[in-house]
């Protein structure tokens, strides 16, 4: 089992790949982190001498002085190549840097100049040392106007803002999870490789991106209808999409019923896309879920009886409650990295159309079990 310490445990990047970690906790030990130990020797010291890895994610990306940048970021690696020091350490250590690198900035100047300082550690030292050329990062939970120009786009497009472009240029990108995927190869790789260029997975002109967006507020935000994914990057878009939905105020969303001497009709979802749909009946008292999905897009809709939908960010404490009632019929949206149950809080039966973008497959189920 290797020891895996993330600085910048808390930052967009950290947070996924601190998360993803934990999935497999047969493999990995995940050595906490706080951003306080940069200021105490003392303590980065001993953070360091638990680590066999350290993924060095901690740095400044945007500030009005561009000095401040490259001074913080300089100080931030002499800072852990000091305590790698003052351990002995041997530990792994990749970098992230960034294809800015050989760009005229000194955001980029700082990230080369990192490395560089890393690559004389580890000749000195004998420890190993992987430099992550990292390209454009986007996915869930990244901090608009700071992480990506796709964080900022859907964080306007579900709070009632407009989007502009400033530069339709064509991006190289790559959604957090592959990201994560391949900083794992590399730990597991246990090799060094002072330059790694990680893949870019895709390339979209901006307005190509905004255009997806625009469709997803249309189709999704405004009516509920799931639309067309047509590849796997339009599926991590659209999950990276539904993350800056403000849950609290959007769920749940109610049906429009037809109702006639007959009864009512209510249609549950409208597709572009395929899936497994299931009903299911549940008796007072009894609770389904408390799990979460890293992928998976999903529905509850409540069609008959009472019923509390929870959800809690799996790295917070803070619990969503949904009172639905089948008199009025609703679903909730399931976000991915949201631990989530239905409880049946009536006296009758529960009735629930559950709908989810993928078939169950038990050898890759992408369900991992946590109680809200």
Partial sequence: MKKIGITGQDGFVGKHLYNTLGLK?????????????????????????????????????????????????????????????????????????????????LYGKSKKEGRELFINWAEKSGGKFTGLIIPNVFGPFGQPNYNSFIATFCYKLTHGEIPNIDNDGEVNLIYVGELVQEIIDQIKSEKSNYFYEIPYTSTKKVSEVLTLLNEYKTKYFDSGEIPVLSDKFEHNLFNTYRSYIDYKTHFPVKFTQHTDLRGAFVEVIRLGIGGQCSF??????????????????????????????QLRKIDTDEVLDFYLDGTEPAYVDMPIWYTH????????????????????????????????
Wanted: aromatic share 10%; proline share 4%.
């Fill in 280 to 309: 299911s009946t549940t008796v007072p008292d009894i609770t389904r879920g408390n799990h979460y999905h890293t992928r998976k897009i999903e529905r509850f809709a409540v069609i008959k009886g009472k019923a509390l939908i």
């Fill in 25 to 105: 906790p047969e493999e990995f030990e995940r050595v906490e982190f706080n951003i306080d130990f940069f200021q105490e020797e003392k303590l980065m010291d001993n953070f360091v001498a638990k680590c066999d890895v350290i993924v060095h994610l901690a740095a400044m990306n945007r500030h009005p002085d561009p000095e401040v940048i490259y001074q913080t970021n300089i100080e931030l690696v002499n800072k852990l190549i000091k305590s790698l020091d003052n351990t002995n350490s041997k530990a792994h250590i990749l970098f992230s840097s960034s294809s800015q690198e050989e760009r005229d900035n």
């Fill in 341 to 372: 149950n239905i409880k049946n809080i009536g006296t009758e039966d529960l009735y629930t159309i559950f709908w989810i973008d993928e078939p169950f497959n038990p050898e890759d189920a992408d369900t991992y079990f946590l109680e809200v």
